[in-house]
């Protein structure tokens, strides 16, 4: 587990932390493992877990298995046009006007093809309404429709999954296709189905074997459900297209780092996702599906030494998004056997760790972080290492002065 990070304390000098490194042997492995479980569906880049031009590039142009970027806004598929890349999927709704407006200037130029999350008729009204950069060229807006693929048990009244699309049925997908094909500027040609509850939710929950049974059950149970309802709701979309003259989809994507092979095997999609697995963060430790190295850490420099067995490191403290709990902090990592202060935990502008005895001021602490992508909000470049060797250090969007959330 630990080789990784071995590779990158070897090969990041300890002059300037804190630093950011990505090993890209573990990488690699890493993108070989997610190419194996999606059972040859090509797998698109979730960027949102990347966050870092180069490391997309490196994905897409060493690993044939991946094809093409999931983006998390508009003005970063935009970003990523410019830089050359010309398939993109922005896979949530926005109502940024200015944003949508340079994603119809994006492909008027570049010849990229952006296609826009909608899952309600206001979604393609705007887009419509801002597509004008692309009036006269022959071309519109590619949009995708989002499918809910939450559980629904007991007649609906327990909803399990993300709460994002209120398209369900194969009827409601039908009317709002109608309607797309009744817009200007835009043309419906693919559909995004994403099952968070399986690929989002780990299922070893160490300590806690009732629990960890009812999300298995849960999943499996929900994975059933969903082999009969997408095809169908597939199929509504389809049948809408060919009455309104319209050509058919060009893709369905769906799934995600922790759940390739699942819903490989249900095999209503023509396409995958993933991004996190690329980085294998903490929260991936607890998904039996998943045989990954961790490729990212951070480490941040010793700066006291507040008791013989403790050591306070400079800040650090960068939680993970979702509901705020221990699962959400970061992991000390390296060396083994450090904890964090329960006190204090990871803050803002230091971090006192438990463990501490062999560390000394001017000494590193490696840290995983729980999710992917975040972390590089936090640093403005980052170290890639190979064979235990610093390669190259590249900018994050930071560092290329990009914030896109």
């Not at 009969?228 to 994507?253: F, K, M, S, Y």
């Not at 509901?323 to 904890?339: E, F, K």
């Not at 840290?367 to 250090?393: C, D, I, P, W, Y």
């Amino acid at each position: 587990m630990t080789d990784s990070l071995h590779r990158l304390n070897t090969a990041v000098p300890n002059d300037g932390a804190p630093v950011a490194a990505i090993d890209l042997d573990a990488l690699d492995a890493n993108a070989r493992f997610l190419t194996a479980a999606a059972g040859g569906y090509p797998i698109r880049v979730a960027s949102k877990s990347i966050r870092c031009t180069s490391i997309i590039r490196h994905v897409l142009d060493h690993h044939p298995g991946f094809r093409g970027v999931m983006a998390f806004t508009p003005d970063e598929a935009v970003h990523l046009a410019r830089a050359g890349f010309d398939d993109l999927l922005v896979a949530y709704p926005s109502v940024d006007v200015a944003g949508i407006r340079n994603v119809a200037e994006a492909m008027a130029t570049t010849g990229a093809t952006i296609r826009l999350v909608v899952d309600d008729p206001a979604h393609v009204a705007l887009i419509s309404a801002s597509a004008g950069a692309l009036a006269g060229t022959g071309r519109s807006i590619p949009l995708c429709m989002e499918i809910d693929l939450g559980w629904r048990p007991l007649g609906g009244l327990l909803k399990v999954g993300p709460k994002r699309s209120p398209i369900r049925t194969p009827e409601q997908a039908a009317a709002l296709a109608a309607q797309i094909c009744a817009t200007e500027h835009v043309e419906l040609n693919s559909l995004l189905a994403y099952e968070g509850h399986i690929a989002g939710v780990g299922d070893i929950i160490p300590g806690r074997p009732l629990r960890q049974l009812v999300i298995r059950q849960m999943q499996a149970a929900s994975l059933k459900e969903i082999a009969a309802r997408l095809p169908a709701v597939i199929d509504a979309v389809e049948q809408t297209l060919a009455r309104r003259g319209a050509p058919p989809l060009e893709l369905v994507n769906g799934g995600g780092s922790g759940s390739l092979q699942r819903t490989a095997e249900v095999g209503a999609v023509t396409e995958l996702a993933a991004g996190s697995g690329l980085f294998n963060p903490v929260l991936f430790d607890s998904y039996r599906s998943l045989a990954l190295q961790p490729a990212v850490a951070y480490a941040m420099p010793v700066v006291r030494k507040p008791m013989a067995n403790m050591a306070t490191l400079l800040g650090g403290g960068y939680p993970a998004s979702g509901v705020p709990g221990p699962d959400r902090a970061p992991t000390p990592a390296l060396p083994t056997g450090l904890t964090f202060d329960r006190d204090e935990g990871a803050g803002e502008v230091q971090s006192p760790l438990h463990g501490a005895a062999g560390l000394h001021i001017g000494d590193r602490v490696w840290l995983r972080h729980a999710k992917s992508g975040e972390l590089f909000e936090r640093f403005n470049e980052v170290h890639l290492v190979r064979a235990g060797n610093l390669e190259a250090t590249v900018p994050t969007y930071r560092g290329e002065g990009r914030c896109f959330v």
